[in-house]
C-alpha cells in the first residue's frame, strides 16, 4: 500500500522568511513523488517532480529514501506563494495505472 | 497541444437524483483518466481510473460509477445521490505506458463542484 502525510493542515509564514512543507510516504518499493499547488481559483497543476531535480518558482524537494520524506523548501517565501500545496507518489511502476496517492494537503499563506 | 474539459462546473442536486459529470479529453489518444474527489481536509481521494474504453477500476466502495464510453471521454454517475457526495470532483488524464520522465504527470480538468441537499 502506498501512503503520504502532510502533517500541518495550515503554514503560515512572513514575506521573505523561508518556508518548508514537509511531506513523509510509505510505499515499499522505489516511488516517483511530485508536488502539486493549486492557486486561488486555478486548476491543480504540477509544481515539480523529484526525478527533474529541478527548482521552479524558487521551490525545491529532495527525495530522502532514509526518512522516507520529499519536503518543499524556498528560502524566501512570496505572497504570490500563497496557495494549496499536494505532495503525491505514485508506485507501482509495472502498472500501467500509475495513479498518484496524495496527501491531505497544506494551505501556505505567506503575509506582506 | 492536450486540453482537458469538465462540465457541468457547478451542480446542485436533491438527495435520491441522479447524477453525471463529463470529462473529456482532447489532443491525445488512448489516455489514462482519473476521477478525484477533493474534500477539505481529506486531500485528494481516487475514487475511478480507466486506461481505456470500457476499463474501470473502482479504488473505493461507494454510491457512484464511472464509464467510458469512448476513448477521450468519462463520466461519473450516481443512481440516486446521498448528502455524503457533495464535494469537488476533479478528472485528470495522464499518457499511458510506463512511467517515464513525463508519463507520470497528471493534468487536472477545472473541477465540478456538487452540492447535494
Known amino acids: 500500500a502506498q501512503r503520504v502525510t502532510q502533517p500541518e493542515k495550515l503554514l503560515s509564514v512572513f514575506k521573505g522568511a523561508p518556508v518548508e512543507l514537509k511531506c513523509n510516504y510509505s510505499?515499499?518499493?522505489?516511488?516517483?513523488l511530485f508536488w502539486y499547488v493549486q492557486y486561488s481559483r486555478q486548476r491543480l497543476q504540477l509544481l515539480l517532480r523529484h526525478i527533474s531535480r529541478e527548482s521552479i518558482k524558487g521551490f525545491t524537494a529532495d527525495l530522502n529514501k532514509g526518512e522516507t520524506s520529499f519536503h518543499l523548501k524556498k528560502p524566501f517565501a512570496q505572497e504570490e506563494d500563497s496557495a494549496m500545496y499536494y505532495c503525491?507518489?505514485?508506485?507501482?511502476?509495472?502498472?500501467?495505472?500509475?495513479?498518484?496517492?496524495f496527501g491531505e494537503g497544506t494551505q501556505l499563506t505567506v503575509n506582506p | 497541444s492536450q486540453t482537458i474539459h469538465q462540465w457541468p462546473a457547478t451542480l446542485v442536486q436533491p438527495v435520491g437524483s441522479p447524477l453525471s459529470l463529463e470529462c473529456t479529453v482532447e489532443g491525445t489518444s488512448n489516455p489514462n483518466l482519473y476521477w478525484y474527489r477533493q474534500a477539505a481536509g481529506r486531500g485528494l481521494q481516487l475514487l475511478f481510473y480507466?486506461?481505456?474504453?470500457?476499463?474501470i477500476s473502482s479504488e473505493v466502495p461507494q454510491n457512484l460509477s464511472a464509464s467510458r464510453p469512448q476513448d477521450r471521454q468519462f463520466i461519473l454517475s450516481s443512481k440516486k445521490l446521498l448528502l455524503s457526495d457533495s464535494g469537488f470532483y476533479l478528472c485528470a488524464w495522464k499518457f499511458p505506458g510506463r512511467p517515464s520522465s513525463g508519463a507520470n504527470v497528471l493534468t487536472f480538468g477545472a473541477g465540478s463542484r456538487l452540492t447535494v441537499l
Open positions: 510505499y515499499s518499493g522505489s516511488p516517483e
Open positions: 503525491a507518489l505514485s508506485g507501482g511502476i509495472l502498472t500501467s495505472g500509475s495513479r498518484l496517492t
Open positions: 480507466s486506461v481505456g474504453i470500457g476499463q
